[in-house]
């Protein structure tokens, strides 16, 4: 799997839309970009994932640069309840019980 | 549906003592996978399952044990418990490979060995 780099933490004002950026420079062209969530010592949760196309679901977007060397998932209406440790993963395409390479991730404060 | 039901929720155990850590899915998927994770760091692969009778070992695998005897069950052994084993452990369940779907994980066993 790549190897990705992300913030290690980052704050946004509630209501704001939050940014959280992530590298992979090394992803290969059968390597899909995979974002989890991690509230409070909980289970990581899973949030959305794309190949090179901009994905959009109900709880974010993520926005693939034309070269997939990086990536951005955007919260569009961050609450108090997204605070959370947020992965970047980027694997080959399958569900993934049988092995993510978590990171450390980017601490995503939002402040009230 | 209940997902991915870990248990126990939290165990302290002493040094050398034995114990096995449950995780049970009813969402009939193919892969299962255990992580520890350690205070401050990401979560790290202990075992993986890829159906039933079959396992392999990951980024971790020392002082554990699993079996995959069905679809639903994947416990994971301690032999013989160590302070370093002192972690949260996460089960994950999900699709298989060539499948478009997301992993599920359980909440969490809390283990402290003393």
């Known amino acids: 799997d790549a190897k990705t780099t992300q913030p290690t933490s980052m704050d946004c004002a509630e209501g704001r839309a939050a940014n959280l950026p992530c590298n992979h420079s090394t992803i290969s062209g059968n390597e899909y970009v995979y974002w989890y969530r991690q509230i409070h010592s909980q289970g990581p949760q899973y949030i959305i994932h794309?190949?090179?196309n901009n994905e959009t679901n109900e709880m974010a977007s993520l926005i693939i640069t034309e070269d997939r060397k990086s990536s951005t998932l955007i919260l569009p209406h961050a609450t108090l309840r997204d605070t959370a440790v947020y992965y970047c993963?980027?694997?080959?395409?399958?569900?993934?019980?049988?092995?993510?390479?978590f990171g450390k991730g980017t601490h995503l404060i939002i402040q009230p | 549906n209940a997902g991915v039901t870990q248990t126990p929720k939290f165990q302290v155990l002493k040094t050398g003592q034995s114990m096995t850590l449950q995780c049970a899915q009813d969402?009939?998927?193919?892969?299962m996978s255990w992580y520890r994770q350690d205070p401050g760091m990401g979560l790290r692969l202990i075992h993986y399952?890829?159906?039933?009778?079959?396992?392999d070992q990951g980024e971790v695998p020392n002082g554990y044990n699993v079996s995959r005897s069905t679809t639903e069950d994947f416990p994971l052994r301690l032999l013989s418990a160590a302070p370093s084993q002192t972690s949260v452990y996460f089960c994950?369940?999900?699709?298989?490979?060539?499948?478009?779907?997301?992993?599920?994980f359980g909440q969490g066993t809390r283990l402290t060995v003393v």
């Open positions: 794309g190949l090179k």
């Open positions: 969402m009939n998927h193919e892969y």
């Open positions: 399952s890829v159906g039933a009778g079959i396992t």
């Open positions: 993963i980027v694997r080959v395409r399958g569900g993934g019980a049988d092995g993510l390479t």
């Open positions: 994950a369940s999900s699709y298989g490979l060539g499948m478009n779907t997301e992993a599920f």
